[in-house]
Nanobody
Framework: QVQLVESGGGLVQAGGSLRLSCTAS????????MGWFRQAPGKEREFVGA????????YYADSAKGRFTLSRDYAKSTVSLQMNSLTPEDTAVYYC????????????????????WGQGTQVTVSS
């Protein structure tokens, strides 16, 4: 099993930046990929970005490209999501997720692909 804990959420003005972190514990050697999703009130949980655990290959939703950057610290079992140029449309609860399947990259954008989830961290962007 893998446990995930997100941190770094908060309130920021439009145009500002936040850095979210997700720290994994447990059977981290079995992880193949980690993803970030977000869910705004009344909306479906949507893909933000994903990163391969061993090689660090990254994938982004169109809404995140050019503004958000994923990185991972393998030694600390931590994935970070640097978010710049935030807008009120980025307001949501952000979740990280871990995938323990070798072929995770085929459906990295699908929330059903992932095996474990964190509890989420709130990001609020004021106008």
């Amino acid at each position: 099993q893998v446990q995930l804990v997100e941190s770094g959420g908060g309130l920021v003005q439009a145009g500002g930046s936040l850095r979210l972190s997700c720290t994994a514990s447990g059977d981290t050697r079995s992880m193949y990929g980690m993803g970030w999703f977000r869910q705004a009130p009344g909306k479906e949980r949507e893909f933000v970005g994903a990163i391969g655990w061993s090689l660090g290959t990254t994938y982004y939703a169109d809404s995140a490209k050019g503004r958000f950057t994923l990185s991972r610290d393998y030694a600390k079992s931590t994935v970070s999501l640097q978010m710049n140029s935030l807008t009120p449309e980025d307001t949501a609860v952000y979740y990280c997720a871990a995938d323990l399947k070798r072929g995770w990259y085929i459906n990295f954008h699908w929330k059903g692909e992932y095996d474990y989830w964190g509890q989420g961290t709130q990001v609020t962007v004021s106008s």
